[in-house]
């Protein structure tokens, strides 16, 4: 069963738990405008003779009449309300409200700004306001549809979401604690972001919310397709960020989010991208330099004697609690040790790593992290990155100085980096050390750009 509902006549009505409204005002200017999907899908009990299956196979079943049922919705709605021209490239942005609420709207902003009227009308934006908290929904329905009616109205800019009843759950329960679960929604948020985004254009670029775009993007990926062209490619890269900067051919939509429906627990979305692109056959990643969007970086204001204004803690940044940093990296006497983990643009500049070097911040007091992100590389064209190493948690601190007798591995750097949430108590308590271990020996530069932790109720 399902049905949908585009909520063009939202004003006046009252909210349900289903559907969001925004404020008369905002939405008279938009309302006729705004193209929203409304999923309803009503995930059946699974019948008897379907019991004596294994899990993994009952489960696959649901997904795939999941996807069926998507699929037939989501096109039925866009030949509708998308008799509009098919556009060149589509950008799929995912966006939830845990984040940085004004992430996706910096991110619009740069899209938009980065983009001359030429290549915007070679442009469809399609963002999934994947959560299900109304009143989040609520304010950024307003808040986009105030700064983007003309592009709502033009059909450039697409709102979607699905609710959480469309999202598979593991035998009815949903285990949140589970790093499989926190996969697993990010992997459904964006195999709906792909499926709808099937029909609007050639190409579908993937990017995140909180990015910064570089001016005439569409233009430098038009350019880099098109001297691909004799070659057959499944994913270019503009970016050497997890999931940002991915550009694919819209054709292959459809496979890939059956993919990542199909096995939404087993990997994060960047490693399940990695191995549909193996899947395939593209064996090398094609990289495109200089990279086109980059994360941006958390606000920052300095301490500024002369100002009266207090800086404002960025709720969303990351805390880096108090710690002294040690390495027997080679020092060069210019950038330092501790620049990695301060939270200006400052980073620490080594050369010629062996395999076991290491970068270790101490901290002055246990803490417990939800989340570490650690950053090498230049920003500009991911050159000097930390080709192979791991990043690792330490407790129990002993001896004088003090140094951690304990470390638990938390994940090793991809391209250079690792962002990664934390979610077993047992590992993310009282952690005393964060320590970045080298893996190979490595010859030239390397930038350790920054280290950021995140503590719970910091
Ligand atoms: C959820 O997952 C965690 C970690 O995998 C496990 O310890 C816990 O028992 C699970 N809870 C439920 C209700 O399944
Ligand atoms: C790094 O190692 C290479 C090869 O061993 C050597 O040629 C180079 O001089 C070293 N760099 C520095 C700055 O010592
Ligand atoms: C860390 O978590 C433990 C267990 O939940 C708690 O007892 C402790 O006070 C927390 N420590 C900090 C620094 O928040």
New binding site residues.
């Given amino acids: 069963m399902a049905t949908y509902q585009p909520t063009t006549e939202s004003s006046g009505t009252i909210p349900n738990t289903d559907m969001i409204w925004c404020s008369i005002r905002q939405c008279f200017i938009t309302s006729v405008g705004i193209m929203f999907l409304w999923l309803f899908i009503t995930l059946k009990d699974l019948k008897e003779d379907e019991a004596d299956r294994s899990v993994e196979a009952r489960y696959d079943s649901k997904n795939l009449r999941l996807l069926e049922d998507w699929q037939k919705i989501t096109f039925k709605y866009s030949e509708k309300i998308q008799k509009r021209r098919k556009t060149w490239l589509t950008v799929g942005i995912t966006s939830v409200s845990r984040r940085d609420p004004s992430g996706l709207f910096y991110t619009l902003a740069s899209l938009y700004e980065a983009s001359s009227p030429a290549e915007q009308r070679r442009l469809t934006v399609l963002v999934h306001l994947a959560d299900s908290d109304l009143i989040w929904l609520r304010e950024t329905v307003a808040h986009i549809s105030s700064h983007y009616s003309a592009q709502i109205l033009a059909g450039q800019l697409l709102l979607i979401h699905a609710p959480s009843e469309a999202y598979p759950t593991v035998d009815g329960i949903q285990n949140e604690t589970s790093p499989g679960q926190f996969h697993s929604k990010k992997n459904v948020d964006n195999a709906f972001l792909m499926s709808f985004a099937t029909k609007l254009s050639t190409y579908f670029l993937l990017i995140e919310d909180n990015v910064y775009c570089v001016p005439n993007f569409v233009t430098h990926i038009h350019a880099k397709v098109t001297a691909m062209k004799p070659k057959s490619w499944v994913l270019l890269e503009f970016s050497n960020m997890g999931s940002l900067g991915k550009l694919f051919h819209s054709r292959n939509l459809p496979l890939l989010a059956h993919f990542l429906l199909l096995f939404h627990r087993s990997k994060p979305l960047d490693r399940m991208i990695l191995h549909f692109r193996t899947l395939l056959v593209q064996e090398s990643p094609i990289i495109s330099r200089p990279f086109l969007f980059y994360h941006r970086l958390p606000d920052h204001r300095f301490d500024n004697k002369e100002s009266t204004v207090v800086p404002e803690k960025n709720i969303y940044g990351p805390d880096n609690p108090p710690g002294a940093v040690f390495t027997d990296m080679k020092v060069s006497g210019v950038h330092f040790p501790w620049e990695a983990y301060t939270m200006d643009e400052s980073f620490f500049w080594t050369?010629?790593v062996s395999t076991g070097n290491h970068l270790t911040v101490i901290l002055n007091h246990p803490a417990n992290l939800t989340r570490v992100q650690v950053v090498t590389g230049s920003i500009m064209n991911g050159q000097y990155i930390l080709v192979k190493g791991q990043v690792e948690l330490g407790y129990d601190p002993e001896g004088m100085p003090q140094y951690c007798t304990n470390f638990v591995l938390l994940g090793h750097l991809r391209q250079g980096q690792m962002d990664q949430e934390i979610f077993l108590k047992s590992i993310r308590n009282h952690v005393s050390c964060v320590r970045l271990v080298v893996n190979a020996d490595q010859?030239?530069g390397l930038i350790i750009r920054h280290i950021y932790l995140w503590e719970e109720n910091a």
């Fill in positions: 050369y010629n010859v030239g």
